[in-house]
C-alpha cells in the first residue's frame, strides 16, 4: 500500500505563491510517475502538472509559465511551485502516484482571493 500526503495549502491573494508538498510513504517500488491534479467548486478534476520518473515534466496550459513540478527521489517527496496565482486557480489539489497502480492523497485546499 501506498500513503499520499500533501500539504502547503492554504488562502492567497492573486499575484501570490505557494508550494505545494507530496510526501509519499509504503510499498513503492520501481519506476512510477506523480501527478498533481485539482478540484475546482462545481467543475471536474484536472491535471495540473506531471513529472516521470525520469524527471519529464507536462503543464497544463493553464498552469504553464506559472507552476513548476520537482521531485526528490530519496526522499519520496513532490513538489508544486505555484507562483502568479490567479482566482481561477482555487481549488482542491490532489497528489497521485502512478506505477501501475494508482493512489490518491486526501487533497490540500489553495484558496486564491482578495
Known amino acids: 500500500q501506498v500513503q499520499l500526503v500533501e500539504s502547503g495549502g492554504g488562502l492567497v491573494q492573486p499575484g501570490g505563491s505557494l508550494k505545494l508538498s507530496c510526501a509519499a510513504s509504503?510499498?513503492?517500488?520501481?519506476?512510477?510517475?506523480i501527478n498533481w491534479y485539482r478540484q475546482a467548486p462545481g467543475k471536474e478534476r484536472e491535471l495540473v502538472a506531471r513529472?516521470?520518473?525520469?524527471?519529464?515534466?507536462t503543464y497544463a496550459d493553464s498552469v504553464t509559465g506559472r507552476f513548476t513540478i520537482s521531485r526528490d527521489i530519496a526522499r519520496n517527496t513532490v513538489h508544486l511551485q505555484m507562483n502568479s496565482l490567479k482566482v481561477e486557480d482555487t481549488a482542491v489539489y490532489y497528489c497521485?502516484?502512478?506505477?501501475?497502480?494508482?493512489?490518491w492523497g486526501k487533497g490540500t485546499l489553495v484558496t486564491v482571493s482578495s
Open positions: 513529472i516521470t520518473w525520469g524527471g519529464t515534466t
Open positions: 509504503g510499498r513503492i517500488f520501481g519506476a512510477n510517475t
Open positions: 497521485n502516484l502512478n506505477n501501475g497502480m494508482n493512489y
